[in-house]
């Protein structure tokens, strides 16, 4: 960030580049509570409590909503997941099989949709309002979740993967636009990292009580009541995005041309347009794909567009995690490993527990690590992320050396930690660097690797377990050792690029 004058002090969206274009919102009677979304003054931001989560909470009632719509949404996807892999589990068990590539389908299918569908996610976040998009994927997602309960009352693991399948493309589209969006609602860098930071451990939340109650609710409930409470958490999710005020449309002056085409003509007026300056514009599909190259070209400028492959160097470890998982998750107290695939019983709960493990993690990872970085030290960033890749080495390393469920559990937290430190801060990277008319496109490149990295991952850790007979233990040591050799690549990447 920088500040123009001391006499006339203002924050702008970082050095010399575009300035984010906000629109004023229209007004319903409640002139004086409306918001429009400006940059603050630096005096006004002074003028507020020093840089803490108090201070985001009590200041920014807009992220607040936001916030809330993060929560119920994570808690139902959780939800649906725990009971798409009981639903699984049950049919193979039904039938007198095990298979681990089964769940390792799912995953993939959870994943995949990230990497085809999130670039039209990212231009579509640089093109419209981010908060109308995501509240229209919210609504679209509650009757996406009722598929589930036609897939399970048919009792067919192809109609789940075609419901999961249906659900992520709805969430590769509205990522980019929930990343996107943060900036616009926390404009003060310093404010900036702990929402971010926040965000990542409310996820961290909902993995944890999401999951550990999914598998409760799961048993004890029925898979059935699961995929309706994660309908509901659209529905809620929509309403709380229903109450963020404002426009949130970011689009730079130079970007305008390659934004759109001419003014819709009559054959034209069916397609969605986009208003610039008062001018309508068609969105089309030249221009949503010109967008997307031009996207990819911006990163290949950029000194920092390597950024965008951090989280898909981890996703490559933590990847195949969800399977291994389920495979603890069958093993009970006991490490014997000819008794695995007997140890149903109670199974769905010991998942939640390891997904509440995850949580933990997630959580205490960027806790720990937030006090020794800072947004004006990008070399402080960088050595969070080369910390994660230890932290998951030595995850990964316990996870094959197993002494029971407890060490297990303990060392799913020390790996989570690691993945959740690297997941918030090479975002930060992210959003310290890029411009904002080019943010949501960044991200979605960003999320697409990543996710296809933990597609790739996931596969690969299902069909060892089951065509190439490696133990569980065996493919958390291969883990390890990848997590190593990332971290010796990228630390030789940071001592000689530096920003």
């Known amino acids: 960030m920088k500040m123009n004058s001391a006499s006339n002090p203002e924050i702008v969206i970082r050095n010399e580049k575009t300035p984010l274009k906000c629109l004023e919102p229209k007004h319903n009677g409640h002139d004086e509570k409306s918001l429009s979304v400006h940059l603050k003054p630096l005096t006004e931001a002074a003028a507020e409590d020093s840089i803490s989560y108090r201070g985001l909470w009590r200041n920014h009632a807009e992220y607040r909503w936001y916030l809330m719509s ?12 725990v009971a798409s892999i009981a639903a699984i589990e049950q049919i193979h068990s039904s039938n007198q099989t095990v298979s681990r590539t089964s769940i390792s389908i799912l995953v993939a299918l959870r994943l995949l ?3 085809l569908f999130s670039n039209i996610g990212g231009v579509l976040a640089d093109s419209y309002d981010r908060r109308n998009i995501m509240l229209i994927l919210d609504i679209l997602g509650a009757f996406v979740a009722c598929f589930f309960l036609l897939a399970y009352q048919f009792k067919s693991i192809p109609a789940l993967y ?51 109650t999914g598998g409760l609710a799961t048993e004890s409930l029925g898979i059935d009541t699961c995929f309706c409470i994660d309908s509901v958490t659209y529905l809620l999710s929509a309403g709380f995005l229903w109450k963020i005020r404002g426009k949130y449309v970011a689009v730079g002056a130079e970007s305008e041309d390659e934004l759109v085409s001419t003014v819709p003509s009559s054959e034209e007026m069916g397609l969605p347009f986009i208003n ?10 030249a221009g949503m794909t010109n967008m997307i190259v031009n996207g990819l070209s911006y990163l290949r400028s950029k000194q920092w567009g390597a950024f965008v492959f951090l989280k898909g160097c981890a996703a490559l470890i933590y990847g195949a995690a969800d399977v291994l998982n389920v495979a603890f998750s069958e093993m009970g107290s006991t490490t014997d490993s000819t008794s695995r695939d007997a140890n149903l019983e109670g199974s769905s709960e010991r998942l939640g527990i390891l997904f509440a493990s995850v949580g933990v993690g997630c959580f205490l990872g960027p806790v720990l690590v937030e006090s020794f970085t800072d947004m004006e030290k990008p070399s402080s960033l960088e050595g969070a992320c080369l910390v994660s890749y230890l932290l998951m080495a030595i995850g990964c390393w316990g996870l094959a050396q ?98």
């Open 70 to 81: 993060s929560l119920v949404t994570d808690a139902g996807e959780w939800f649906s997941y």
């Open 113 to 115: 949709p990230n990497a």
């Open 162 to 212: 075609a419901a999961t399948f249906c659900q992520m493309t709805v969430a590769a589209i509205y990522e980019p636009c929930r990343s996107a969006l943060v900036p616009m609602l926390i404009t003060n860098e310093g404010y900036l990292k702990k929402a971010l930071t926040l965000t990542g451990l409310t996820w961290s939340v909902m993995a944890s009580v999401g999951a550990s």
């Open 276 to 285: 610039i300056d008062g001018k309508p514009h068609i969105l089309s599909l």
């Open 402 to 499: 197993i002494n029971g469920f407890i060490s297990i559990c303990c060392f799913t937290a020390i790996r989570s930690a690691g993945s959740s430190v690297i997941w918030i801060h090479s975002s930060l990277l992210l959003q310290k660097f890029c411009e904002n008319s080019m943010l949501g496109r960044v991200m979605a490149v960003d999320y697409a690797l990543a996710t296809l990295c933990e597609a790739i991952s996931a596969m690969c850790g299902g069909l060892l377990q089951d065509k190439a007979g490696w133990s569980p233990e065996s493919v958390s040591y291969t883990m390890s050792m990848v997590a190593l050799s990332t971290l010796v690549l990228w630390a030789r990447y940071f001592f000689g690029v530096r920003l």
